[in-house]
DNA sequence: GGTTGTGAACATATTCACAGCA
DNA sequence: TGCTGTGAATATGTTCACAACC
């Protein structure tokens, strides 16, 4: 790339991919332990493996951000967390207000990790007028009335939404129109929210279906090996011992209430 | 498909995208929700709106499940529920085990869309000895040392760390000794765990970051876009007017020991 | 020798666009 | 006519493998 800017829009230009972006964190977090542990340099292969990724993706990653290695000897540590930070914005501090304080939402106001990382939580803000005055954490809760006030005095642009699915819609179009533009959302609903203004969930059922349909699938190969026909089998089989052909033939959507029992539900804490 | 079990391995065979799969229990929610008002069936076009993602992406996904729709009309309701429920494994019920509880321990043993859909916590397990027999969400904490008498009594093959970074390692090499084989990692750790085992990690700090760094391109394409050259500019320039350029030029990792200190920052609320 | 940085090959995921069917 | 199901086109992400460099 030092080659001499020639073609290549500018600067390296742009457009680090969103899968390198996700990824930022979690190097810099071992970077961070080694640096504590005063390691001076670390070569891709160290870092990868304490980073949970393999090595030709760290190289690629790091690719994308500039030439910030030495041939030969690897990263230094201290500079390459200095370069990580500064990417991914942590070099400077973001207030973050949490939104519906129940049970999850007093566990985020405690977690530590929140404050360490050039976060910091502003205010904790919960709809019950019960709960407005209430130290959480070391800070008073206050009431949604002021959301707006709160947002605007601490220039506050990232929201967390820790209330039940019911309210969290409700919620981020006031946070939005207040001037958040980013929201971590942790209410189990699709947030419809304008251009320009991005949404991260995190959904505890939704990680453990996932898990779920693996651990299913595991049982199913497990039984298909068990089951006489050892190496071809495990292929066609697998995950289904119900209807599956069947139900590929006959979609006769007649109805069929599935479902384990009646229902549904997914509030949340409360 | 169905044309006549010719080519294509067998019975649809096995193999659904990842992608596919962490998508499902979107669709699953957003179709229970239509269940419980008792619509009888939805286009690709209405489901993929309230699940928030396109149509064409929600077809391709259910294409790999079989063919369940009805052309011209759309899917039936209960009978979706049904097949994604299935695919996923949530018609039979998991028994789960949390360890660690803390705050976030504690709020994800309340935390009700967990039972709601085929997820039973069997066990809340915590080292702190002072926590045993104290109850929490309605059930008594056990201390560690019953761990695997847990485990193996109810069969649980679904774990939930909510420990301490620090004792998330060992914690994971108990549970899969005793025959855990997915887990869900909520300690800021790598685990590195054998073959055959799944972890799912949720790491709110990581998430914050990623914001982060959406943010702060915003806060640099609005000083970008403010600053004289209107369109074109937004290019190239956008998150750097530090020295993105002249990193790259000098990579002398000459210590340059970067706290959060003199540099870069664009801008920003606060 | 050792390790980075990166084109090229491969793999996965998304989107388009329309044939096929109710 | 309306909507699904899906090949084909595109875009994004990962891995390989090696030249460039310390």
Redesign the pocket.
């Known amino acids: 790339?030092?080659?001499g800017r020639t073609h290549r829009p500018a600067t390296r230009s742009r457009g680090i991919?969103?899968?390198?972006v996700a990824?930022l964190p979690l190097y810099l977090r071992a970077l961070t332990a080694l640096s504590e542990r005063s390691v001076p340099t670390?070569?891709?292969?160290?870092?990868a493996a304490a980073a949970g990724?393999?090595?030709?993706?760290l190289?690629?990653?790091?690719?994308y951000l500039?030439?910030?290695?030495?041939?030969?000897?690897?990263?230094d540590v201290e500079y390459l967390v200095y370069q990580i930070s500064r990417e991914l914005g942590l070099t400077q501090d973001w207030p973050v207000v949490i939104v519906g304080i129940g049970n999850l939402g007093a566990a985020l106001a405690n977690y530590g990790g929140f404050a360490s990382r050039g976060f910091r939580v502003a205010a904790l803000i919960d709809a019950d007028p019960a709960m407005a005055g209430k130290p959480v954490a070391g800070m008073p809760v206050q009431h949604t009335d002021e959301l707006e006030k709160i947002i605007e005095e601490n220039g506050v642009s990232i929201g967390v939404i820790a209330t039940p699915a019911g309210a969290a819609q409700q919620v981020s179009e006031r946070l939005i129109a207040a001037g958040v533009t980013s929201i971590l959302n942790f209410a189990p609903t699709v947030l419809s929210v304008p251009d320009g203004v991005d949404v991260r969930k995190v959904d505890l059922s939704i990680e453990l279906q996932i898990l779920a349909f693996h651990e299913q699938r595991k049982a199913g190969e497990e039984a298909a090996a068990a089951a006489g026909s050892a190496t071809g089998a495990a292929e066609g089989q697998v995950t289904a011992e119900g209807p599956v052909a069947a139900a590929t033939a006959a979609?006769s959507p007649t109805v069929r209430k599935g479902g384990p029992e009646g229902d549904v539900p997914a509030v949340m804490p409360a």
Chains 1, 2 share one sequence.
């Open positions: 790339m030092a080659t991919p969103e899968a390198t990824r670390v070569s891709s292969e160290e870092l990724v393999n090595s030709a993706k190289r690629k990653d790091f690719s500039g030439s910030y290695g030495t041939r030969g000897v690897g990263y979609p």
